[in-house]
């Protein structure tokens, strides 16, 4: 099965910053979008930013201007960086990944495990 290795989580004070990072195996190829999603219990699983390709990026309306990610297409590695967080950001980031894989050429969706971000007030 492939898995995602996603890092950077962590436990941070209000207004503090946090970067997450993500790594697709090689095995996925042709990598058309990379992005993260967070979710706390109870709720569904929402995106926070995503990024094409050819650099494109989207934002959840309550990250916008606070959270920036990029990729580095060479590494197939997505970040995420976070700043002025907030206690609403507590939740746990998941890393998702849509290529394709040599036993799977249509393109497909690959999460990692996720990673626990906490937020103190």
């Known amino acids: 099965q492939v898995q995602l290795e996603e890092s950077g989580g962590g436990f941070v004070q209000a207004g503090g910053r946090l970067r997450l990072s993500c790594t697709a195996p090689?095995?996925?190829?042709?990598?058309?979008?990379m992005a993260w999603y967070r979710q706390t219990p109870g709720k569904q699983r929402e995106l926070v930013a995503r990024i094409t390709s050819e650099g494109d990026t989207n934002y959840a309306d309550s990250v916008k201007g606070r959270f920036t990610i990029s990729r580095d297409n060479g590494k197939n590695t997505v970040y995420l960086q976070m700043s002025s967080l907030k206690p609403e950001d507590t939740a746990v980031y998941y890393c998702n990944v849509r290529g394709r894989t040599p036993w799977n050429v249509r393109l497909s969706d690959y999460w990692g495990r996720g990673t626990q971000v906490t937020v103190s007030s």
């Open positions: 090689g095995s996925i190829f042709s990598i058309v979008v």
